[in-house]
Every structure is written in structure tokens, then in C-alpha cells.
């Protein structure tokens, strides 16, 4: 299962992540990706979550 989620603040929730020390979780930003800078999370159950923020 894939989600997308448009939002503000990218940089800081995966900094957020990064922090948590989550084995599974360490997520880069898409600088590239269709629909601004992408955060791909991925979850344990194979499920992924794309946060994107607009570029400016």
C-alpha cells in the first residue's frame, strides 16, 4: 500500500526519524520528485508513505 501526503516541513520530520534510531526507517529527501521534495517513509509491513513539500 503507497500514500501521499502534500505538507510543510520535510527537513525536520525526517530529521525527526533519524533520531528515533527505527532500523528501517532512514529516509532520504527526493530533491527531484514529481510533486516537490519527497520523504518516502516505509513501515515494517512493506507500506509506503511519501510526504512532499512544494518547492518554493
Known amino acids: ?6 505538507c510543510k516541513g520535510v527537513d525536520t520530520f525526517r530529521a525527526e526519524l533519524i533520531g528515533k534510531d527505527h532500523a528501517y526507517s532512514k529516509p532520504g529527501i527526493h530533491e527531484d520528485a ?3 521534495r519527497t520523504l ?11 510526504f512532499s513539500e512544494a518547492r518554493d
Open 34 to 36: 514529481p510533486g516537490g
Open 1 to 6: 500500500m503507497d500514500g501521499h501526503q502534500q
Open 40 to 50: 518516502q517513509v516505509p513501515d515494517p509491513f512493506g507500506n509506503r508513505i511519501r
